[in-house]
């Protein structure tokens, strides 16, 4: 008797957390992103990370197309911190933590951008100094990508 409940309660709760993921489906639809980061706080990054998967968490992978334009000192994000002395960023902020955050987003169909006029300005080189970047990830300018991504009907957010 004690097991037939435990496995009714069981079942109550899974349908109920189905049912909270439908529900939030409905509530959001679907939606087209673009997150901007062009700063080097790496507790502020951090930040736009938690955001970015709350915000997959609430809408479903599923219903979101969600892009990280970065320009100027927000490629901090990726510049690995053994790298950054070779660059003229002050900084890299891609630790192992902030690498695996960025991973288990891209696995979640995240996409990152990166301006190449940052690039050429700070003397990044992307295949050594970035964190798993590569030429099809790389935007013209970064300020024009989030103006095109704008008027392709993409919400803009600056966390």
Known sequence: MKMMKFWGS???VVALLAGMQVMAGDRYG?????????YDDPKQQAGALRNIQN?????GAENLDLK???HGKGLTMLLTPDAA?????KMGNATDEIQAK???????GIGFEVCSNTLKGKKIDYGKDLYDVSEADIVPSGVA???RLQAMG??????
């Open 10 to 12: 069981l079942l109550t």
């Open 30 to 38: 679907k939606q087209k992103v673009v997150y901007h980061v062009n």
């Open 55 to 59: 915000h997959i968490n609430a809408v």
């Open 68 to 70: 990280v334009v970065m």
């Open 85 to 89: 002395a070779s660059t003229k960023l």
């Open 102 to 108: 960025i991973a288990g987003l891209k696995d979640q």
């Open 145 to 147: 990508e989030l103006a």
């Open 154 to 159: 993409y919400t803009y957010i600056k966390p």
